[in-house]
C-alpha cells in the first residue's frame, strides 16, 4: 500500500507540473489594427483632407488623407496608414532609403504591430517604379496638345509589358522585406493577412464629350482606351503574378471605378476618380511651381468617394476565405469582393 500511495503522489505531482504548459495562452488584448503600406494611390492622394505634417511641412508631402480607403474599412478597430505619396517599393522595403524626409515604412511597421494585434497589412506599389505611372500620365496629356503627333499607346503597347516585369521583382523584394519586419514584430507569417492590390484605371474612353479637353481629362480617347483595357489589366496581372509568387491575397481594383472614372459623366459628383487639378498647359510646360506640382500629383487618383467604395471592398474581402477576388460594382451601385 505505502508503494501504491507513493506511484500515485508522483503521478499527480507529473499532472501538476505539465498543466501550465497545457493551460491555455493569455489573451492577447492589444487592439485589432489593419495598416497600408505603398504609394499614393492608398496613402488617400487627391482625397484631400490631409494629415498634419504630410502636407509640405518641412518638405513632407505624402498626402496621408483621413478620408484614405484603409480609414474606410470596419475589419479592425485601428487603422494606420504608413503608405506616401510617389513612394516606390525600395521605401516600403527594410532598405535605407528616404521620401519626402520618412524612412522605411517597413521599419515603421514594427511598432504598430508591435503595439496592436495586427490582423492584416495592405500593400499597393509598384506604380512609381519601372512603370513610371506618373511621368507616364503626363505624357500622354502632352501629347493631347499635339494634334499632328502620335499618341501616347502606340509606344506603351511595346514598353509597358517590359517595364511590369523589371517591376515585379522590387515588389517581391519589398513584400520579402515586410514579412521580416512582422517576424521581428512577433508575427508569424500565418497570423496576419498579407494583402497586395492592384491599381484602379482612371479614365475612360467613353467620356462625357464636354469634358474631354484641358477642362477636364485632356487624354486622346485611343491612349484613354489603351490604359483602360491593355494597360491597367495587365498592371492587374502583374501583380497577380507577384501574389501568387509570393504566396500573398490578392484584391484586384483594375475595373474599381468602371463607369465612375474621371469625365465619365457630366456631373463630377458621380465620379469616384480626380479629373486633372490644374492648369494642364502648364503642368506639361513645366509652369508650375513647387506648390502646384504637388496639387498636380492629385490628378487621375481617386477621390474620397472613390477611397469609401475601396474600403468598402477591402473590408469585405477580409471577411472572406478566398485569397483572391475583384472588386466589381454590383447592382447596388456599391464596390463588392466577387470572384
Known amino acids: 500500500m505505502p508503494r501504491l500511495l507513493g506511484v500515485a503522489a508522483v503521478a499527480l505531482c507529473a499532472v501538476g507540473l505539465a498543466a501550465p504548459s497545457a493551460a491555455a495562452s493569455p489573451v492577447d488584448d492589444r487592439p485589432t489594427a489593419v495598416v497600408s503600406l505603398g504609394d499614393s494611390a492608398i496613402s488617400g492622394e487627391g482625397a484631400g483632407d490631409y494629415e498634419p505634417g504630410t502636407r509640405g511641412e518641412g518638405g513632407n508631402w505624402c498626402h496621408r488623407s483621413a478620408n484614405a ?3 474606410r474599412t470596419s475589419a479592425a478597430q485601428r487603422t494606420y496608414n504608413l503608405a506616401c505619396s510617389g513612394a516606390d517599393a525600395s521605401n516600403v522595403s527594410l532598405a535605407d532609403t528616404t521620401h519626402y524626409t520618412e524612412g522605411s515604412q517597413a521599419r515603421r511597421l514594427v511598432a504598430i504591430a508591435r503595439a496592436n494585434r495586427v490582423t492584416a497589412v495592405v500593400l499597393q506599389i509598384g506604380a512609381n517604379d519601372d512603370p513610371r ?3 507616364t500620365v503626363l505624357d500622354c ?9 502620335a499618341g501616347c499607346a502606340k509606344h506603351l503597347a511595346t514598353e509597358w ?6 517591376m515585379a521583382p522590387k515588389v517581391e523584394r519589398a513584400v520579402a522585406d515586410v514579412r521580416t519586419a512582422m517576424r521581428e514584430a512577433g508575427y508569424a507569417d500565418g497570423a496576419y493577412r498579407f494583402v497586395i492590390t492592384s491599381y484602379a484605371s482612371p479614365v475612360t474612353e467613353k467620356m462625357d464629350p464636354v469634358q474631354h479637353g484641358p477642362q477636364g481629362c485632356p487624354i486622346r480617347l485611343p491612349d484613354a482606351e489603351y490604359g483602360r483595357t491593355q494597360a491597367v489589366p495587365q498592371f ?5 503574378g507577384i501574389a ?5 491575397s490578392y484584391l484586384d481594383f483594375s475595373r474599381a471605378t468602371e463607369g465612375h472614372e474621371a469625365c465619365s459623366g457630366a456631373d463630377v459628383s458621380t465620379e469616384w476618380q480626380n479629373r486633372v487639378t490644374v492648369d494642364p498647359w502648364a503642368w506639361v510646360t513645366g509652369g508650375l511651381d513647387a506648390f502646384g506640382i504637388h496639387m ?4 487621375f487618383h481617386p477621390n474620397a468617394q472613390g477611397h469609401a467604395q475601396l474600403g468598402r471592398c477591402l473590408t469585405e474581402f477580409l471577411a472572406q476565405p478566398r485569397t483572391t477576388a475583384r472588386c466589381l460594382i454590383g447592382t447596388d451601385g456599391n464596390l463588392h469582393a466577387v470572384r
Open 244 to 248: 501568387a509568387r509570393t504566396g500573398l
Open 141 to 149: 496629356v502632352g501629347r493631347w496638345f499635339n494634334p499632328f503627333g
Open 296 to 299: 498636380a500629383q492629385q490628378s
Open 69 to 71: 480607403l484603409i480609414h
Open 236 to 240: 492587374a496581372e502583374a501583380f497577380r
Open 161 to 166: 509589358p517590359q517595364r511590369l516585369a523589371a
Open 133 to 135: 505611372f506618373a511621368d
